[in-house]
Each structure stands twice: as C-alpha cells, then as structure tokens.
C-alpha cells in the first residue's frame, strides 16, 4: 500500500494526522491484506512515506498535495 492510498483512507474515516493514517492501516492490516502480504503491503507505506517526506505531525490534506500526482 502506498502512502497516498493510506491518506485517502485517512481522510475518509474522518482522521486528521499523517500519524494516524498510518497508525489505522497498521491496527487494520490483519483485516486488509492476506496474511502472507501484510509485511510487504506495511514495508511499501513507510518506503512511500519516506518517499514523500511529509511529517507525522502534518496534516493529511497538506500530506496529500505533497503526493502531487502520484499514483
């Protein structure tokens, strides 16, 4: 999962934070990925993460523009 799918989920369910985007698809992840693909599903969201650069702290509509047109 990349960071900017992470976001829009985020945002859809009402949170405000990169961090907690983040934090949902790690306590949600069991629910979301098969079992044999959560660690490389996780591993890719921190990777595109980091890609971006945008702090935890941020909001994510402001984490989102720093995405641009990433897929």
Sequence with gaps: MKIKEALRIGLASDLSTVDEAVRNIEIHAGNMFVYEEMR????ELYETWDKVGCDKKDSIKAALEMCGNDP
Excluded at 40 to 43: N, S, V
């Design 40 to 43: 490389a599903e996780l591993k």
